[in-house]
């Protein structure tokens, strides 16, 4: 798969934003409309392999070009991210990574919830999977920063969805490795703004990352 560039334009003050709005810890809340979602049944496949499950991959954050541009301050070293994940993301209109995944174990022990995740000056995808009995849904949303329209409301319908784990049991300190093939309907529900057609959103790739 090939990923387009895109040029980003930011001042510092706005990398900090978007770091402490990654996703680790926060920015978890999704919209609040939200329509009902589908439940499927979870794949188990004890012999799971990708190459990404041997990696060992890393980025700088907000990125290693802004490095070279000056971006980061002379003295100071940039924050390295492991990379949890390596999907695959269309929204925006175009295909882009999405690298990062948590896992944390509810309270209740029996849901374990993925929180897959993209937050860049670029793209911005948030996709949560809960796993209880067997059982998953998906919930998916994104944040158009660019040209936001007055009293909008965004709804994202989930049409697609497959997941597949290693194991069916999880305690606080498994790795867990899974794939994901998810597809959504992004609609703008805004009788002001009838000719805004709906958007296919696909997002999938494989994760491994510790339960919390």
């Known amino acids: 798969m090939s990923i387009r560039p895109v040029t980003w334009i930011l001042l510092g003050p706005v990398f900090a934003l978007l ?3 990654h996703g680790f810890g926060a920015g978890k809340a999704a919209p609040e409309a939200r329509p009902p979602q589908m439940s499927s ?8 392999t990708d190459p990404f ?3 060992n991959e890393w ?3 907000p990125g290693a070009q802004h490095i070279e541009s000056g971006m980061v301050p002379e003295g100071e070293k940039p924050t390295r991210l492991k990379h949890t994940a390596k999907c695959f993301a269309t929204s925006f209109g175009v ?3 999405v690298r990062f995944c948590e896992a944390q174990l509810l309270l209740d022990a029996d849901t374990i ?3 897959i995740t993209e937050s860049n000056p670029g793209f911005h995808d948030r996709l949560r999977v809960r796993v209880r009995n067997g059982m998953f849904t998906c919930e998916y949303w ?3 920063r660019s040209a936001p329209v007055p009293g909008q409301k965004l709804t994202w319908t989930t049409t697609r969805q497959k997941l597949t784990l290693d194991k069916k049991v999880y305690r606080k300190g498994d790795v867990i490795k899974g794939r994901i093939d998810f597809e959504c309907l992004d609609e703008l529900i805004n ?4 000719n805004r057609p709906p958007r296919t959103i696909t997002l999938k790739g494989v994760f491994k990352t510790v339960v919390e």
Do not use: M
């Open 142 to 144: 994104t944040l158009y």
């Open 95 to 97: 295909e882009h990574w």
């Open 113 to 115: 919830e993925l929180f």
């Open 19 to 21: 770091f402490f709005n």
């Open 59 to 61: 980025s700088y954050w």
């Open 191 to 194: 009788p002001k703004y009838p």
């Open 41 to 48: 049944r979870v794949d188990y496949d004890p012999k799971l």
């Open 53 to 55: 499950f041997k990696a």
